[in-house]
């Protein structure tokens, strides 16, 4: 059974930081890319961040040289480093393999993130 338990949202002011956390099944994350999507009020989902099983990485140009994605696989966590945040930035973000459709089929609860001006 697939889980994904993300945390580590909240408010912060413009250009602060933020560590988001998630915590995936073993069986699915030893073996796929894993990616942060976003989703903001009144706009579809998007993908900022992924990571491969071998560590490569790639950005959204969004937040390309503000967000860093890492992930332990020994604890079957992946993160996200946000810097120098915006309030554009404000969206529930959710952690799933890449692609989704077809490997996990499901999404966690998310967390919060907010900047305020």
């Known amino acids: 059974q697939v889980q994904l338990v993300e945390s580590g949202g909240g408010l912060v002011q413009a250009g602060g930081s933020l560590r988001l956390s998630c915590a995936a099944s073993?069986?699915?994350?030893?073996?796929?890319?894993m990616g942060w999507y976003r989703q903001a009020p009144g706009k579809q989902r998007e993908l900022v961040a992924v990571i491969t099983s071998g560590g490569s990485s790639n950005y959204a140009d969004s937040v390309k040289g503000r967000f860093t994605i890492s992930r332990d696989n020994a604890k079957n966590t992946v993160y996200l480093q946000m810097n120098s945040l915006k309030p554009e930035d404000t969206a529930v973000y959710y952690c799933n393999t890449v692609p989704w459709v077809g490997v996990t089929d499901y999404w966690g609860q998310g967390t919060q993130v907010t900047v305020s001006s």
């Open positions: 073993g069986s699915i994350f030893s073996i796929h890319s």
